[in-house]
């Protein structure tokens, strides 16, 4: 009797450590941890985990779902990561990473299957101002400022991606719209050249591209050579629905790119970039 006990005591022993292993294993911290020194946040379309995932980041045109374990890494003060912010990867790298929901090809950006429109209300796109010449200009002179430094053509601005643009940020939703064009977002940022800036040089993007594993980020797609065009817009929201950030209201921004970049198998050929992406 006492041989049966004790069998059975080790067992629940073994169970509950086992069982707590198994537990601490399966609650991964995803969540972005804000600075409590700082009253100003801001996001980037989507690199780090907002709740359980980065479900804002898609990788257009493949049809495999991906998923990569999210980075424990504290966001810098400037700003949680999506955007992304995604954030687009197979692998965690430190210091970034989220996974991209799956293989249909945008970067952090704009996801959605090609050819697809966008399913997110329009109506509401009509609340959000059209950027006045002067900013359309300066969203120019931001992208195009990086891309001579990449070697490739500068962008144009096509009103014809306004329309989605607009729908993008006019939900106040983090999250990507799923349409046809590349698409970057941002959250929380005071400017148009801050924006950019966060997407080519921020936590998770140009300093982590290898080109001999490449993937998808909002740098890849701001310098995306195949890109001819973008429209951008911006709400104001008094709050967000899946992102939190402390201040009210938050700036929501958003680019769409066309034609589309951070395409599979196309990276050689559009991102002059090589290791930690130094233009080459």
Not at 32 to 50: F, H, M, N, V
Not at 236 to 246: D, E, H, Y
Request: positive net charge; charged residues 20%.
């Amino acid at each position: 009797m006492n041989v049966l006990f004790h069998r059975v005591f080790i067992l629940v022993i073994i169970q509950h450590i086992i069982g707590g292993e198994l537990l601490t294993q399966s609650l991964p911290n995803t969540q972005d941890t804000l600075d409590p020194q700082s009253t100003t946040e801001i996001a980037i379309g989507t690199k780090r985990c907002i709740g359980k995932d980065c479900n804002h980041l898609v990788n257009r045109r493949s049809k495999t779902i991906k998923k990569r374990q999210c980075t424990t890494q504290s966001p810098p003060t400037w700003g949680l990561a999506t955007w992304i912010p995604g954030l687009f990867h197979t692998t965690p790298i430190p210091g970034d990473l989220c996974p991209p929901k799956d293989n249909t090809a945008s970067s952090i950006q704009k996801v959605g299957r090609p050819g697809t429109s966008d399913t997110r209300i329009t109506a509401a796109s009509g609340n959000v101002k059209d950027e006045t010449k002067e900013d359309q200009q300066r969203w120019l002179d931001a992208h195009n400022k990086y891309r001579a430094t990449y070697k490739v053509a500068p962008l144009v601005w096509n009103d014809q991606l306004t329309s989605a643009a607009k729908s993008e940020v006019s939900p106040c939703v983090w999250e990507h719209s799923r349409g046809a064009y590349g698409e970057n977002i941002a959250a929380g940022q005071p400017d148009i050249e801050r924006v950019v800036s966060d997407w080519v040089i921020g936590p998770g993007e140009k300093s982590v591209y290898n080109p001999s594993n490449p993937t998808f980020s909002h740098f890849t797609q701001v310098v995306w050579s195949s890109t001819k065009s973008i429209s951008c817009s911006r709400t104001s929201c008094v709050s967000m629905k899946g992102i939190s950030l402390p201040q009210s209201p938050i700036i929501f921004w958003a680019c769409e790119y066309f034609p589309p970049g951070n395409v599979m198998g196309q990276f050689n050929q559009n991102v002059k970039a090589g290791p930690g992406g130094i233009p080459l």
